[in-house]
């Protein structure tokens, strides 16, 4: 096989037909540019959300539920005899708290284990919000500021003051956007806060945070642990959840199952069970992006294929000679699979090209998104995996479609051709 | 020595319906001898031509190149076979268009790859020479005219020195002079080179130059002469 010769061959016939060549390109071209545009979006929208509900979702998370005791239970002061009992129904609840036992040591354990980045305590518990004769019911959390900030980066989504303000005074909160418009306050206003067992306390606003999700900034607010035990009137060691961060977000599911078979009395919870709706959209999304690449590509290879044939009827005569003169079939395919080659590198990277410049363009778009999310453009993610997938199917999509018109012209019988 | 033996060839076309082209025909032919083949036209001419240049397989018989049997070889053996050892002229003139004459030339050259690209050009520069298409030689094939096409079609059935040149008409799109021109080429090739040379000629003046004619009709051979008289 004599691949200069071959591909001298090749480059000639793609010179000679330019305009031909060019459409057949721009077919790969635009598969790939597609490819790069919709996968470089729909990956950012999905790290958008995933940033989005992860940056404050614990990787695993213990708290301690209110259970029913589905036990029957008798009742004793009355006579118990065979075939003959009093049983008690509809049992509510005790009034147990949704205390964690010795929740502060227990953080400090679980931050040893090695899988571990850190655990944030935490105090949550439903208020009222008290606006004037109206209440407003939300939730308050009692954090412990420093780790909040690490583990949850609740200090970046602060659009007035600083979290940190929090520990500078006594009796201070930071509140959600959404529920600081609802109460008509601003950074320095003061608001009272009902605990539903009645505690009541004045508490001063010194910041304003807001998520991008509605329903949290529309309900939330934070203050110290000690202030909201002191809303709730608890001891220093209440708290109701421990919010973990782990090393790697993967492991969630297993150092679930670890902490279950090591602790009593609480419940444990991963993010993906806590979070499956927007897995489900995730997936869906990426199924979705796959699908529409896939068929573009599809369609990029039809054409390719389509136009090949056609060369290779235009071309037949050519081939004829060629063998004639003693090239084999191999010869043959080597010449038009290299053209098939230089369509799809060189559709290829003008695509990626293509692909980038629009992605670029969009990634500067102004994104409606309303005042809530926290965002300004369209979120584009710039992978350079991305770009190397584009090329390899591009590619293999071309070699593809260009190997049955290729094998077909190797089988050209030139006496057929010759004599006319 | 005997290069071409050909044992009781056998050649059907099956469409549109089944009918026997060639009959049996079977004849040698030497090392160095100029031979013709004539006959009217439709007797299987272009058929035995075909089989003989090995791009033809679907036929009954045996055939023998230079003491190798060709008959039964695949398709890659025998294209690298006719690379080396075949010529061929083409009753019309098929060149590649988009290549200049020069590049038709050097094409199966390349192919065999037996010389540097430079020592290529050199070789074909010189058979462009031969058939006086050296001042043509950087023009593409599709501005020659047809018998300038033709001449640059004998001059890369000569780059790589084949044992056997087989030509289908290969004067029919010339001129008196560009046939006597080609008709001297031939003969040179045969009496000088001991190169083989097996042309289809129409040309009476051409068949009566070569050394033997053989006759055919209606896919026999009906009579062998020795215009020029009988050799050695
Ligand atoms: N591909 C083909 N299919 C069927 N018949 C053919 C084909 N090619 C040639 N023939 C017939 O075979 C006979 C011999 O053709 P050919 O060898 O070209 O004759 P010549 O070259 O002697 O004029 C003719 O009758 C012709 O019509
Ligand atoms: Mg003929």
Redesign the interface.
């Known amino acids: 096989m004599n691949w200069k010769l071959a591909l001298n061959i090749a480059t000639t016939h793609l010179l000679t037909k330019k305009r031909q060549s060019i459409i057949a390109m721009l077919g790969v071209t635009f598969g790939i540019s597609m490819f790069i545009i919709m996968i470089s979006f729909m990956t950012g929208v999905n790290q958008f959300t995933e940033d989005m509900a992860m940056d404050n979702t614990p990787h695993v998370r213990i708290y301690k539920p209110l259970e029913i005791e589905d036990k029957k239970i008798i009742a004793l002061d009355k006579p118990q005899k065979e075939n003959d009992w009093y049983v008690v129904e509809h049992q509510r609840p005790k009034n147990e708290l949704s205390k964690i036992k010795n929740g502060l040591t227990l953080a400090m354990q679980i931050e040893r284990m090695p899988e571990v980045m850190g655990v944030a305590p935490q105090l949550s518990s439903q208020v009222f919000y008290n606006n004037g004769p109206v209440q407003i019911p939300g939730n308050i959390y009692g954090i412990d500021v420093k780790k909040q900030e690490a583990l949850f980066q609740l200090d970046k989504k602060m659009d007035e003051g600083e979290l940190d303000d929090l520990l500078k005074g006594s009796d201070v909160i930071v509140m959600g956007k959404g529920l600081a418009k609802k109460m008509n306050v601003t950074v320095g206003d003061r608001v009272s806060v009902t605990s539903p067992e009645g505690g009541n306390l004045n508490l001063k606003v010194v910041g304003i945070f807001s998520f991008g999700v509605a329903a949290m900034d529309e309900s939330r607010s934070y203050a110290t642990l000690a202030t909201v035990q002191k809303i709730l009137q608890k001891d220093p060691s209440y708290v109701t959840d421990l919010n973990i961060k782990l090393h790697d977000i993967n492991g969630a599911s297993v150092f679930k199952q670890k902490l279950e078979n090591q602790l009593d009395g609480v419940y444990v919870e991963d993010w993906e069970t806590a979070n499956q709706s927007l897995l489900a959209g995730e997936s869906i999304r990426n199924i979705m992006t796959f699908v529409v690449c896939a068929t573009l590509l599809v369609v990029a290879g039809f054409g390719i294929y389509n136009i090949m044939n056609m060369n290779i009827i235009n071309k037949m005569k050519d081939i004829a000679i060629l063998k004639a003169t003693g090239f084999q079939g191999a010869d043959v395919t080597a010449i038009f699979m290299l053209q098939s080659v230089m369509i799809g590198i060189a559709g290829g990277f003008f695509g990626l090209f293509i692909g980038f410049f629009f992605s670029y363009l969009l990634s500067i778009t102004p994104f409606p998104a309303g005042e809530f999310f926290r965002i300004d453009t369209f979120p584009v993610n710039f992978n350079p995996v991305h770009y190397i997938i584009g090329l390899f199917f591009g590619f293999l999509t071309t070699l593809f479609a260009g190997y049955f018109p290729s094998k077909r012209a190797a089988k050209v019988d030139p006496v057929r051709i010759i004599r006319g | 020595m005997k290069i071409l033996k050909a044992t009781n060839i056998v050649k059907y076309f099956t469409e549109p319906e089944k009918f026997q082209v060639l009959k049996g025909v079977s004849f040698d032919v030497e090392q160095g001898e100029f031979l013709s083949i004539i006959g009217k036209s439709g007797c299987g001419k272009?058929t035995l031509l075909?089989i003989l240049?090995t791009?033809?397989t679907d036929y009954e018989g045996t055939m023998e190149i230079n003491n190798t049997t060709v008959t039964g070889l695949n398709?890659?053996q025998l294209?690298?076979?006719?690379?080396?050892h075949?010529g061929?002229v083409?009753q019309?003139h098929?060149?590649?268009?988009?290549?200049t004459a020069l590049r038709n030339v050097m094409?199966?050259a390349?192919?065999?790859?037996k010389y540097s690209d430079k020592e290529i050009e050199h070789r074909a520069m010189e058979k462009l020479r031969l058939v006086g298409m050296d001042e043509y030689a950087t023009k593409h094939a599709s501005r020659l005219s047809g018998g300038q096409q033709q001449r640059v079609a004998i001059a890369?059935a000569l780059v790589?020195d084949p044992t056997i040149i087989m030509g289908d008409e290969p004067t029919g799109n010339l001129d008196k002079a560009n046939s006597t021109r080609v008709f001297d080429i031939f003969k040179q090739l045969a009496h000088d080179n001991k190169q083989t040379i097996i042309t289809v000629t129409h040309d009476v003046d051409f068949a009566n130059g070569s050394d033997r004619i053989i006759e055919m009709e209606d896919g026999r051979i009906i009579g062998t002469h020795y215009p020029n008289g009988k050799q050695g």
Do not use: I, T, V
């Open positions: 272009s075909y240049s791009m033809d398709q890659n294209a690298a076979f006719r690379n080396q075949l061929f083409f019309f098929y060149l590649l268009p988009e290549f094409m199966p390349l192919r065999l790859g890369r790589n």
